[in-house]
């Protein structure tokens, strides 16, 4: 793969996986016949991942700053901790073997893109090891909250490079041709 589409050095799609965004963009999209159902759902599962990364780097920096208890911090991350690792695993195995195959069959000219966002999700399984393993020392009591929020910032700047990507690929493609199949 091209250096420039690595999740952790792109910038954004190509021009050339962009075309339907074009068609579709981003401030149409909730007034879209095909937005309701599917895909207000499947941005929403997007918000609750923004969401609960922003929590766990808040808490982080208040755990740095004392302002909150070690215990306090410890069942928070691994109360969000848990559900970020178990959502975004779900969400990933769903999308590589059912949304992914059945979009790029509808937008064959995209399937280069789907086959991008399925490398960001091997890509990103070595970030949420290495989350798993940091939350796991902060809730011991083996790990510092300081190393710990510095990688929370390096996984959600490439979260968010992924979700984005993925928003502006998918969205799309559901909007032109329906969320009949995909349910």
Known sequence: ?????????????PDALRVLLQEYPRDTWPDHDNFAGLVAFWLDRHLMFRRLMTALITDAEEAIDRKIDPQTHAAKLSRYGSMLLQNLHGHHQIEDHHYFPVLSAREPV???GFGLLDSDHHA??????????????????QGEPGPFRADLLDFQTMLDRHLIDEEELVVPVILKHGPAGLG
Request: no cysteine.
């Open 124 to 141: 990103m399984d070595g970030l949420l090891n290495r989350f798993a393993d940091g939350a796991n020392a902060v809730i011991q009591g």
């Open 1 to 13: 793969m091209n250096d420039d589409l690595k999740l952790d050095t792109r910038n954004g799609l």
């Open 110 to 112: 995209l399937k280069k």
